[in-house]
């Protein structure tokens, strides 16, 4: 405690009672301005505000006390105490309760109750809820009976972060759904709801849930849960338009009842409201019959987006039921602002070296807008050559970070020429990966001098992955896409910021290649896993003096020698000195 701080103590409780309490509340807020994690500050502005008979306005500060002080203050039992005995008088002054019994004898008469009782009591009439929100017994059975329902919640009542976390009775969830609608939700920031069953008769709940929530709430997500069916989305949609934050993950989506009939394109209905809170969403639903829900999740997922004009990161499925490729379109046209497009398996964010994801990023300035991280993998995303096309044209001048996975006839070395054909990239990371079912056709430019044009268009190129799948699965000299000395030349003298390469598949390239990289642009490589001939494993760590780690493969069906014993210890050594390893397959 600082000497100025014991000043401000001592002449506290010393102030003229007679002039108004202005004085002493700034005192006392300047003690608390000082010294936030001590008590008394709490302790003397509560019995300002106490004295003046505003009550609501005391219970505030002895909570915002509760929540800064620490339990091992002398005073902080004093400060749990004060907010008690606030919360009894203003129990004892609700509606409804003025002419009935003492504070104490209504502790007993619900104490006598279980506890789905008492969430069955929040919602009898307003002076029951306020006194069963306002009683800690019954927070207390709260987190003992569903311990992973709120958390961070000083008081109890007002609740940050709201989790609902199943399986569970049906009974007692719409027994917790009620009770959220009579929570004090002014605090609430967040709602999430993991491995429920939402079936039509929760539904009129849960919505009023949502939008009585929000704002001040601005995330809600959706995590294992099971929706009854495909018609009880769009209210959920609706719902959550005030949020800034939606996401479903791994929803499944029951079938509907044999011989109904499925809505067609046309026929598809939307939701019909403004998305203009929306930054983030993430859908991930699985239908249990997908191939008839084709049209009414893209016609949805269409008319969403063309109502989210701020909408900054969008995550799919790139195994839904929707067409990817009209999605992406749509979001290019009618989403200015969005920075990640990210579809892949589960909508899940791949794994990066740089240029990581910060949800909370968001542009002001509308010069720099532009799609900065794209992702395009997954072997059943539905993307035609154009849907791809398009997208390059948009976000040339300013991506940073590419995944795309080449599978069957969705993307092809075309595409990639097209964003080659760009005068300069901003890109810093790119990987490519293929499937074992690509293949090129004879009309098609070579994989090797798209790959060398567009390197040589990314002069602030950081990271480069190129994995084939399709060599590594078949074990022969297939490959569909691969790296060979030009590739690497190409690299090596227009990407003098390269740190890490890592090149699976059939090796391609030769020795002195290899060997040529490493002397004229691998400066500040500091990662390189890649399939090269053992006997050129020491030249190329002397030659690459940053490199900390290198990973040999042996991805090829060669017969080769192993590396010279003399040779293993000294290039061990050198990696070893540098703080990295060496590893060889």
Request: aromatic share 8%; proline share 5%; hydrophobic share 35%.
């Amino acid at each position: 405690m600082t000497l100025k701080h014991t000043i401000i103590s001592t002449l506290l409780p010393h102030v003229d009672k007679k002039p108004s309490y202005k004085s002493e509340l700034m005192m006392a807020q300047k003690l608390v301005r000082q010294s936030p994690t001590c008590a008394k500050g709490y302790l003397d502005s509560g019995q300002i505000y106490k004295r003046q008979n505003n009550l609501y306005t005391a219970l505030s500060i002895y909570e915002q006390g509760l929540r800064a002080v620490t339990s091992d203050d002398p005073r902080y039992a004093e400060l749990e105490k004060e907010a008690h005995d606030i919360m009894a008088s203003l129990t004892q002054h609700t509606p409804g309760f003025r002419q009935l019994l003492p504070y104490d004898i209504l502790c007993i008469i619900f104490g006598m109750l279980e506890f789905r009782d008492l969430l069955r009591c929040t919602g009898v009439c307003q002076g029951w809820c306020n006194f069963i929100l306002d009683w800690p017994e019954f927070w207390r059975q709260l987190s003992v009976e569903l311990p992973q329902v709120s958390k961070k919640t000083p008081l109890r009542r007002q609740v940050q972060e709201f989790r609902l976390v199943g399986p569970m009775d049906p009974g007692l969830m719409r027994d917790m759904l009620v009770f959220l609608t009579h929570l004090d939700k002014q605090h609430t920031q967040k709602l999430y709801f993991r491995k429920l069953y939402i079936s039509e008769k929760d539904l009129d709940l849960l919505v009023r849930v949502l939008r009585s929530t929000s704002p001040p709430a601005t995330r809600v997500e959706f995590v294992d849960c099971r929706i009854f069916h495909d018609k009880v989305i769009n209210p959920i949609l609706e719902a959550c338009s005030n949020f800034s934050h939606v996401s479903f993950s791994r929803t499944t989506v029951s079938p509907l009842n044999f011989g109904v009939k499925r809505p067609t394109w046309t026929q598809v209905v939307v939701p019909r409201v403004s998305f203009s809170s929306l930054t983030y969403l993430k859908l991930c639903f699985e239908y249990q019959d997908r191939p008839y829900h084709s049209s009414s999740q893209t016609g949805r997922l269409s008319g969403i987006l063309r109502r989210c004009p701020n909408l900054v990161h969008l995550f799919l499925d790139s195994g839904g039921s929707i067409h990817q490729g009209h999605c992406i379109r749509q979001a290019i046209k009618y989403c200015p602002r969005l920075l990640n497009l990210i579809v892949s398996d589960k909508a899940i964010m791949p794994a990066t070296v740089v240029s990581k994801i910060d949800t909370s990023e968001y542009l002001e300035n509308q010069s720099e807008v532009g799609i900065r991280r794209l992702v395009l993998t997954g072997g059943r995303i539905k993307c035609a050559q154009n849907d791809i096309v398009s997208v390059f044209n948009k976000v040339s001048s300013s991506i940073k970070l590419l995944h795309l996975h080449y599978a069957s006839n969705h993307i092809n070395p075309s595409t990639l020429y097209k964003l080659a054909q760009q005068s300069t990239l901003q890109l810093r990371e790119i990987r490519l990966s293929t499937e074992y079912s690509a293949g090129l056709s004879s009309n098609e430019p070579s994989v090797t001098k798209v790959l060398a044009k567009l390197f040589s268009r990314c002069p602030l190129l950081e990271v480069i992955k190129i994995i084939d799948t399709t060599g590594l699965r078949r074990g022969n000299d297939k490959c569909f896409i691969y790296v060979d000395d030009e590739v690497l030349t190409a690299i090596a003298e227009h990407c003098p910021q390269i740190h890490y390469l890592q090149v699976l598949g059939q090796r391609r390239h030769t020795a002195e290649g290899i060997l040529q990289f490493a002397t004229i642009g691998a400066c500040g490589l500091i990662y390189l896993e890649i399939d090269v001939e053992r006997k050129i494993i020491l030249p190329l760590i002397q030659r690459i003096p940053s490199l900390q780690r290198l990973n040999v493969r042996k991805d090829s069906n060669r017969n080769e020698p192993p590396i010279p014993p003399d040779e293993k210890p000294i290039a061990q050594r050198i990696l070893r000195e540098r703080g990295g390893s060496l590893t060889i397959a």
